[in-house]
């Protein structure tokens, strides 16, 4: 199996200023992510991911975000195990510096 592919919150908020169109999956629990995620990022808490994986597409390549990076890295192991394209955020939300929405 090849490693997971990573990349910095510095190089990530950089595609989106760029306007890149990115598949961005925040996997944290529901009272983390009320204090905002990366623009443009969808919530799937890291426990649902395998409930949800149809909502899924082999043909994207997705960014996984974190707190600080771990839970993401283990959704990045499974998924590639079922064949997805998967990047994770290295140092996650600890270490992100761009804007944040807030939901709700």
């Known amino acids: 199996m090849e490693p997971i592919k990573t990349i910095s919150t510095e190089d990530l908020k950089k595609k ?3 306007g890149e169109n990115l598949e961005l999956i925040d996997v944290r629990e529901d009272e983390e992510v ?6 443009g990022a969808k919530h799937i808490k890291m426990s649902d991911i395998p409930a949800r994986i149809e909502e ?8 996984f975000i974190c707190r600080s ?9 499974y998924l ?8 994770n955020m ?15």
């Open 56 to 63: 899924l597409d082999k043909n994207k390549e997705y960014i």
């Open 80 to 87: 590639q195990q079922q064949g997805f394209k998967v990047i």
């Open 69 to 77: 990076g771990g839970r993401s890295m283990n959704v990045c192991h």
């Open 34 to 39: 009320a204090y905002g995620m990366v623009p």
């Open 16 to 18: 989106l200023e760029d």
């Open 90 to 104: 290295k140092g996650g939300m600890l270490e992100w510096e761009g804007d944040v929405e807030v939901q709700g």
